[in-house]
């Protein structure tokens, strides 16, 4: 079994600045690739961000790219989420997930997800 605990939330102008954590706990991962999804009110989750924890090969999307950048802390067993010049559209529960495997995008084919934390970005 996988625990995963976000942290680092809040609200925060736009353009301003929020690292998001990922704390993982219950297995080795070196084989997992882990992720950063977000779900705004009314709206479908959404893939931010990923990993591929051995090789630290990342990916991201559109709206996020040159903005945000995914890491990982292989000795604390934690990812990153830095979050740049945020915009009120960045408004959302953050959520981290893992997976068996690469890194992907598809929200389905993760197995293992936290309780989320809020991001709210005032204009």
Do not use: H
């Amino acid at each position: 079994q996988v625990q995963l605990v976000e942290s680092g939330g809040g609200l925060v102008q736009a353009g301003g600045s929020l690292r998001l954590s990922c704390a993982a706990s219950g297995r080795t991962f070196s084989s997992y690739a882990m992720g950063w999804f977000r779900q705004a009110p009314g709206k479908e989750r959404e893939f931010v961000a990923a990993i591929t924890w051995s090789t630290s090969s990342t990916f991201y999307a559109t709206s996020v790219k040159g903005r945000f950048t995914i890491s990982r802390d292989n000795a604390k067993n934690t990812m990153y989420l830095q979050m740049n010049s945020l915009k009120p559209e960045d408004t959302a529960v953050y959520y981290c997930a893992a997976r068996d495997g690469v890194a992907i995008s598809l929200a389905t084919r993760y197995n293992y997800w936290g309780q989320g934390t809020q991001v709210t970005v005032s204009s």
